[in-house]
């Protein structure tokens, strides 16, 4: 099985400051047909959980552009270019290489200082 | 814009059936997509439970595979879980979901919290 791991576990940052976090997979996630499939989730407190980034990189619609995703192989990262009070939450790391076998990191929680 | 709705019973006694409903709207189960169901124990993570395809072909996480069955209505667009012989580990806010493949889960229900308890 495919082991996804992030860290820190917990990430207290300034407002307007950066974030960064990062995912590692046990298994490299570079699918046979050239794709990588690790996606990113968040969920803000009380909230289902929400999709921001798919296939690395790419954000899905309404995400604001502070959020970036990058990375390669079985090392990921996701950054927030200035921390804003809404980016409260926990964020998840998902790989779907192994699809149909999906599996999430353990989520690095974001509060503000 | 797809909208999930989970649906069932909040209380399910240890060693009993836990079953729940996810109604779809905004989108037709039947044009595509796996459609799957996602748990998260009460202050810890998310646990992908499996997904099923209108078709009816389903795909379930070995740790659960023993005890889980899915199925699909797609005249209703609806799909369910049933997860067996229950205990307290069972204890979860489930969330159904649509499933865009290797992309991951790109819609979401609000979650419905099941406590197994006597």
């Known amino acids: 099985d495919v082991v996804m791991t992030q860290s820190p576990l917990s990430l207290p940052v300034t407002l307007g400051q950066p974030a960064s976090i990062s995912c590692r997979s046990s298994q490299s996630l570079v699918h046979s047909d050239g794709n990588t499939y690790l996606n990113w989730f968040q969920q803000r407190p009380g909230q289902s959980p929400r999709r921001l980034i798919y296939k690395v990189s790419n954000r899905d619609s309404g995400v604001p552009d502070r959020f970036s995703g990058s990375g390669s192989g079985t090392d990921f990262t996701l950054k927030i270019s200035r921390v804003e009070a809404e980016d409260v939450g926990v964020y998840y790391c998902m790989q779907g290489t192994h699809w149909p076998l999906l599996t999430f990191g353990g989520g690095t929680k974001v509060e503000i200082k | ?118």
Not at chain 2, 35 to 62: A, D, F, M
Not at chain 2, 66 to 77: F, H, I, L
């Open chain 2, 1 to 118: 814009q797809v909208q999930l709705q989970e649906s069932g019973p909040g209380l399910v006694k240890p060693s009993e059936t836990l079953s729940l409903t996810c109604t779809v709207s905004g989108y037709s189960i039947s044009i595509g997509y796996y459609w799957g169901w996602v748990r998260q124990p009460p202050g810890k993570g998310l646990e992908w439970i499996g997904s099923i395809y209108h078709s009816g072909t389903t795909h379930y996480n070995p740790s659960l595979k023993s005890r889980v069955t899915m199925s699909v209505d797609t005249s209703k667009d609806q799909f369910s879980l049933i997860l067996n012989s229950v205990t307290a580990a069972d204890t979860a806010v489930y969330y159904c979901a649509r499933e865009d493949y290797g992309s991951g889960m790109d819609g979401w229900g609000k979650g419905t919290t099941v406590t197994v308890s006597s």
